[in-house]
């Protein structure tokens, strides 16, 4: 018997690309499926050539706001832009994606018994006005602003693998992504990371929306992925936050990149978006003491390592 066969929708994204590297290095068929929307195969570099010829792996160009018939034994439902920029660039689209697409991911799941993790995210708590945030808290999310296409999907999302699991038995996982960086985002990808290093290599001033107070906490793919696996094989369906717990301003991002760089950057200010969340940082108890989670790169080391694979990217 073989290991089993593992879906990753939105495979072929920034943190689908890192999970199925992760998966088929553990001796897992994957199937990667994708629209390829704001995903890229370059994501998988050259382990490409490996991954085809390997015999499990398998590249599936699919959009998710179509049913699927397919023989799985785990779905890591991730299919869904992350960027603002991306998700509210056609919104209906992006409601369609987390609402039909978690619906005929869990209808699969339903039909073929299969375990399935949804890639939910710390927008479900939005502007929170609770500090850190515990899974317990409900949120503080505006319905009609330009994020709620993203926010009120995962939540829709989320309220759909419950109402599956308690009606249908479908055995389900949620995670809460909390900001999430390093190598394979895409550089005209829009989020501060992505954003902030590829100012600072082009020689432009960073573009700081607002003041730079609003705070953030970021966590490593690596160590996202990480939590992510614990998530699934373990017996908890979740919601567990998962990110990474260290929290920082903009303004001490911009000097992290600046240390890492060598040199000074220029700011300029443009006005902050509507409903952009002032405060985040995960309450990650349950993740420590559920899945034995532990974030363990440090900002300095995973800024350093994102700006290796920006310089690479943008051909310097
Ligand atoms: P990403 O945009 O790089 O990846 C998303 C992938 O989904 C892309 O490959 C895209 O082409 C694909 N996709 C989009 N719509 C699709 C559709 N209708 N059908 C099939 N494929 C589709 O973003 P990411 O950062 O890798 O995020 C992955 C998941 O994690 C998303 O669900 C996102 O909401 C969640 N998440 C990410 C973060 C983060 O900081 N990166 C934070 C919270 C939640
Ligand atoms: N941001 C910024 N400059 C940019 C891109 C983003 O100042 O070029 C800010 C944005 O307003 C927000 C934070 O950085 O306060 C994180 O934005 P991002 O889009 O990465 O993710 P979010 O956490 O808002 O979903």
Not at 42 to 61: A, C, H, I, P, T
Not at 81 to 100: C, D, E, G, R, W
Not at 212 to 218: D, M, N, V, Y
Not at 231 to 254: A, C, F, K, R
Request: hydrophobic fraction near 35%.
């Amino acid at each position: 018997m073989g290991k089993d066969v593992v879906l990753v929708t939105g495979g072929a994204g920034f943190i689908g690309s890192h999970l199925c590297l992760r998966l088929f290095d553990e001796g897992y068929h994957v199937i990667c499926l994708d629209n390829y929307f704001t995903g890229r195969l370059e994501n998988f570099g050259d382990r490409y050539q490996e991954l085809l010829l390997s015999g499990r792996f398998e590249f599936l160009r699919h959009d998710v706001i179509h049913p699927i018939a397919l023989e799985v034994d785990k779905i890591y439902h991730l299919a869904c832009p992350a960027s603002p920029v991306y998700y509210q660039y056609n919104p209906v689209k992006t409601i369609k994606t987390n609402v039909l697409g978690t619906y005929n991911m869990l209808g699969l799941a339903k039909r073929v018994r299969a375990r399935i993790l949804l890639a939910s995210t710390s927008e479900v708590y939005g502007d929170p006005q609770v500090h850190p945030q515990p899974e317990t808290y409900w949120g503080h999310v505006n319905p009609i602003g330009i994020r709620s296409c993203y926010d009120e999907g995962k939540r829709v999302a989320e309220t759909l693998m419950m109402d599956y699991h308690r009606q249908n038995k479908v055995d389900i996982r949620i995670a809460r992504i909390f900001n999430t960086y390093g190598p394979n985002m895409a550089v005209d990808d829009g989020r501060v990371m992505s954003n902030f290093i590829c100012q600072a290599l082009r020689g432009e001033a960073i573009t700081m929306y607002g003041s730079g107070e609003q705070t953030r906490s970021f966590c490593y793919v690596s160590d996202l992925v990480d939590g992510l696996c614990r998530l699934m094989e373990s017996e908890h369906i979740g919601p567990i936050n998962l990110g990474n717990d260290s929290e920082i301003t903009l303004l001490e991002l911009v000097k992290t990149i600046e240390k890492a760089m060598g040199r000074p950057l220029p700011v300029e200010h443009k006005p902050l978006p509507q409903d952009d969340p002032c405060r985040r940082r995960p309450d990650l108890s349950k993740a420590r003491e559920l899945l034995g989670y532990e974030p363990k790169v440090p900002l300095e080391e995973g800024v350093r390592k994102t700006i290796e694979y920006f310089r690479k990217a943008l051909g310097d």
